[in-house]
């Protein structure tokens, strides 16, 4: 159940509006900002950890008995929420009973050497097949809770409705990726563009294929004039992070009181600063580096330090060559965008609109460090093979019991596999998994890329 749910947060990335522009293949675009809404960081964050923003889940005693006491209050939390692990909120129904409902921290956060790091992607996720609640399950717990205990059962029904319609279609072919545009698209399809009123059946087609994504840290988006990999999220921010709540929402009334709050998760999310690199670093090389990097590739990613500037650069197909399924998919299934567009997001005085790309933005590079896996789609172990594509494994695999980081390569330690096998094998041979592109690393001498990476252990 947990890796299913762990997706809800970055679906509230993944849902935007726009009008429908196509861009063809062309130099680099420059993103123009979109006015934010100003808030609260410190109320921002509260809310964020042990708000409402979904208010249907699993009743807290059943919860309990599935999952046990959680002995690791990273978030600090006090009262129901202190035993809970951090990647779910104790709310209160409707009816007032207690329910357990994922957070946002189920893919924005992630245990790295033993501390939380806030704002951190999750590449331990895990969506594959068997990793997900089943809706046979959700049947299940449904008529338990009828029979039962019919208030529980009315304050887990939104939750248990939305699982049954749409829990069977959401799979990755390897774990560390997300199903973030999938569950938009899902959730979409069974829900009332004006009204949010769910539909048993779907409204609008469903492709089947399931497209991976790597989680980006929220730290970048301070920097940024868009959201998303191609940067078709435009508009308030605000309303893109809130998306969640279409998870359980009940009609739009209740989303304008979530959305009261997410001006003030902005504001926590724009305060996050990326965790410094823990090692001492070589300061000659760091130089070096760091006149590398200006000459081969500021012009996408930036400046940094004082005085620094991202450009907001949206990089045409033809030029970054990367795995294209990714946005492509916005293409091809362009009723999603269109209902997006025209739906309650995009509408009153801080609106949102999505704007495909045929291509991806060059994010900013903060923190970078600590970021691995690499590209879109998690396809690069670590920074030394994204920065020399002939070193890019066919297939790879790391522990994901016991993850060890490598902070000279930056990235996960992993092993070269010959073949694919089973589920943590990173199989890039798959449609939408592809190691290509990006390859200006290639010409830099071996010397280069080493200062270049020790320089980006600064950012």
Known sequence: MKKFLAVIGIAAACLSFSTW???????PIAIQPSKQRSGNAKAGYEYLTTGDYLRSGIPLSYF???F???SMNYLQRSGLNAEIPYDYTVVHAPNGEPVVAPNCMQC???VFDGKLIMGLGNSTIDFTHGEKLDPKNAASAERLLKNLDPKKYEAAE???RVVKGIGGQLHTEVRGVNTADRLAALLASHRDPQTFRWSDHALLPIPSEVVPSDVPAWWMLKKKNAMFYNGFGRGDFSRFLMASNLLTVNDTAES????????DVLAYINSIQPPPYPHPVNKILVRQGGILFVQHCSKCHGNYGSGGKYPNLLIPENEILTDSALFKSNYQSYQFVEWFNQSWFAMGDHPARLEPFNGYIAPPLDGIWITAPYLHNGSVPDLESLLNSEERPRYW???FDNPEYDYDKLGWKYSKEDSARGTTVYNTTLPGYGNYGHTYGDKLSSKERKAIIEYLKTL
């Open 64 to 66: 309990k008995m599935g």
């Open 108 to 110: 924005h956060a992630q």
């Open 158 to 160: 939104p939750f248990l």
């Open 397 to 399: 695999a790391r522990d």
């Open 68 to 70: 046990g006491k959680n």
């Open 21 to 27: 522009i196509f861009h063809p293949d062309s130099d």
């Open 256 to 263: 304008v009181e979530v959305d009261a709050h997410f001006n």
